[in-house]
Nanobody, 127 residues
Framework: QVQLVESGGGLVQAGGSLRLSCAASGRTFSSYAMGWFRQAPGKERDVVAAISWSGGRTYYADSVKGRFTISRDNAKNTVYLQMNSLKPEDTAVYYC????????????????????WGQGTQVTVSS
């Protein structure tokens, strides 16, 4: 079992920045690929970014490319999402997710591909 706890959400003006953190506990973090998803009211939970367990490969949704950066520190069992140039349409609850994988280089972008989820952290971007 892996427990995930997100932090760092909040209210920010458009154009501002936030850094989300997701702390993992319970198993060997470095063997887990990680992802960040978001869900706005009335919408589905969609992938924002994903990272392999080595940290060497990443994926970004088109809507956040060039603005968001996913990274991880396996020594601290933490994955981060740096969000810059925030827009009102980035407003959502952000979730981190984890799945165990033998592959150092694989990332995953499907909701159903992840085994563990955090409780979520609210990000609100005002115009």
């Amino acid at each position: 079992q892996v427990q995930l706890v997100e932090s760092g959400g909040g209210l920010v003006q458009a154009g501002g920045s936030l850094r989300l953190s997701c702390a993992a506990s319970g198993r060997t973090f470095s063997s887990y690929a990680m992802g960040w998803f978001r869900q706005a009211p009335g919408k589905e939970r969609d992938v924002v970014a994903a990272i392999s367990w080595s940290g060497g490969r990443t994926y970004y949704a088109d809507s956040v490319k060039g603005r968001f950066t996913i990274s991880r520190d396996n020594a601290k069992n933490t994955v981060y999402l740096q969000m810059n140039s925030l827009k009102p349409e980035d407003t959502a609850v952000y979730y981190c997710a984890a799945r165990e994988t033998p592959s150092r280089t694989s990332w995953y972008r499907g909701r159903d591909e992840y085994e563990y989820w955090g409780q979520g952290t609210q990000v609100t971007v005002s115009s």
